[in-house]
């Protein structure tokens, strides 16, 4: 079983449109991530959160938007998609918030 | 914010040779992660250090943590065509709000 999994694998839509990333962990972990990873492989945390807090990177534009349905869920919604968004995301989670973290595969954003 | 630095940013090696990649924060830190990351896949835990001056080994990986906390190593003894791929860094210093990745280096092994 994938520990941290996340779709859609590849994304491929218009500036503008809105979407959303899913990602679901099965590792009873409490605490998930969103990260961004762009062309130069800067990986750069977006949002960590646990079922008490969320903590936003406050370079984050409030386009971006985590929403946890429950503790094994963390999707990304993105609204009025840009050009600048299109990077790999990563979802990860941990046990806690300095412990290692498991990552998802990715999703390849793509913005024509 | 807290700051880290990498290096290299990019580093070639014959086959057999060694190799190493560093992190240096701007304040203590209260412990480090790095992680290797393939091409065109996902970043993968390989170990965590949390004490002054720790030095920790798997196989052919020597990671270090530095007596002030402030930096720490990875060094790769006689790399093989499987160690391509790029390593990072993870500091948390204060509370675990604090997390940044160090900009990697991006590690070529030629045959």
């Known amino acids: 079983d994938t520990a941290v999994s996340q779709t859609p694998k590849y994304l491929v839509t218009q500036m503008g449109n809105d979407k959303s990333i899913k990602c679901e962990q099965n590792l009873g972990h409490d605490t998930m991530y969103w990260y961004k990873q762009d062309s130069k492989k800067f990986l750069k945390i977006m949002f960590s959160?646990?079922?008490?807090?969320?903590?936003i990177n406050e370079t984050v534009p409030n386009r971006f938007s985590p929403k946890s349905p429950d503790k094994a869920h963390l999707n990304l919604h993105i609204n009025s998609l840009e050009l600048g968004d299109s990077a790999v995301y990563f979802c990860a989670s941990s046990q806690a918030g300095r412990q290692p973290q498991h990552f998802g595969d990715g999703t390849r954003l793509s913005i024509l | 914010g807290q700051q880290v630095m990498q290096i290299p940013q990019y580093q070639h090696v014959q086959e057999g040779e060694d190799f190493t990649t560093y992190c240096n924060s701007s304040?203590?830190?209260?412990?480090i992660q790095w992680y290797k990351q393939r091409p065109g896949g996902h970043p993968v835990f390989l170990i965590q250090?949390?004490?002054?001056?720790e030095v920790k080994k798997q196989k052919r990986l020597t990671f270090q943590f530095g007596e002030a906390k402030k930096n720490s190593s990875l060094h790769i003894t006689a790399t093989q065509t499987t160690d391509v791929g790029t390593y990072f860094c993870?500091?948390?210093?204060?509370?675990?709000?604090?997390?940044?990745f160090g900009s990697g280096t991006q590690l070529t092994v030629l045959p």
């Open positions: 304040t203590t830190l209260s412990n």
């Open positions: 993870l500091i948390s210093s204060g509370s675990a709000r604090q997390l940044t």
């Open positions: 250090l949390v004490k002054s001056g």
């Open positions: 959160y646990n079922n008490k807090e969320l903590i």
